[in-house]
């Protein structure tokens, strides 16, 4: 079983407010499709949630009334976001049902505190494709705060100990230093967690070109933590992510999961 990580910079435009990438998203439910995988499917938010919980602050927690409405529009808008996501694995004929995390979640200062997975379990028994996805959530101490879907990523990795962890991003994976502005960065194909913590002590830390890979890193290493195999690829190049899926070689980056 795979839990695959759809990042919302592959399947919105994150420049521009509410703009879903429908070409993309149909290449990769055709891949997750042919690829015939048991999938836990979790995606990004984009510009469907991000530019709105920075507008609202939602974050920081409950700070003002005014947040409630923002609460509201940007799970609205990331549910918007779920329909387009849904339509499209249905289009291309996946039973994918939706798991609207703030349903059956509840965070304590941004850290999971109550999680149902049986409703994974027993939708993956059946046959389904459970997609989850970053959203708004009840946090126990700040009223309310954003559950991001690389927490639901490690969380849903913690409990079912997938073979391994996808995530498709708009990057071919880590390199060792930025390849947008040092020429002799390499790219990284398979490192184990303690190599690439010595990327970390290098100024032009770890490598990649957006600055929300230094956010994944932290993920990364809890994952790879858990014993489990981390791969990062491009979502926007063909049969990246089919390849992956049915072991064949591909170009990506691979983290091994901490043997102990
Ligand atoms: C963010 O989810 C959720 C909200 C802003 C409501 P993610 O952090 O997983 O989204 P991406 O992948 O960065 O777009």
């Given at each position: 079983m795979f839990v695959v990580k759809l990042g919302g910079s592959v399947i919105t435009?994150?420049?521009?407010?509410?703009?879903?990438?429908k070409e993309v998203m149909d290449k990769l439910s055709i891949e997750i499709k042919k690829a015939n995988k048991d999938i836990i499917l979790v995606h990004g938010a984009g510009s469907f949630g991000h530019i709105l919980a920075k507008e609202y602050m939602l974050n920081q927690g409950y700070r003002n009334d005014e947040q409630l409405q923002g609460f509201s529009l940007t799970h609205a808008m990331v549910q918007k976001l779920n329909s387009l996501v849904l339509s499209s694995l249905h289009d291309k004929g996946i039973a994918a049902v939706s798991i609207p995390p703030h349903v059956i979640l509840k965070l304590d200062d941004h850290k999971p505190?109550?999680?149902?997975?049986n409703v994974f379990r027993d939708y993956l028994d059946k046959g389904f494709t459970p997609v989850t996805f970053g959203d708004v959530a009840l946090d126990k101490k700040l009223g309310f705060s954003i559950c991001s879907g690389d927490l639901l990523l490690q969380m849903l990795a913690k409990h079912f100990k997938p073979e391994k962890v996808i995530f498709a991003l708009d990057e071919d994976g880590l390199y060792t230093s930025n390849p947008k502005i040092d020429k002799n960065a390499e790219f990284i194909e398979k490192s184990t967690m303690d190599e690439l913590e010595n990327f970390t002590t290098n100024s032009n830390r770890y490598a990649d070109v957006t600055k929300g890979m230094e956010g994944k890193i932290e993920t990364i290493k809890n994952i790879a933590n858990l014993g489990i195999d981390i791969v990062l690829l491009n979502?926007?190049?063909?049969?990246r992510l089919y390849d992956t899926l049915i072991g064949k070689e591909t170009k990506h980056t691979l983290i091994y999961g901490e043997k102990k």
């Open positions: 435009d994150k420049s521009k407010k509410y703009f879903f990438k505190s109550k999680m149902d997975y979502g926007n190049i063909d049969n």
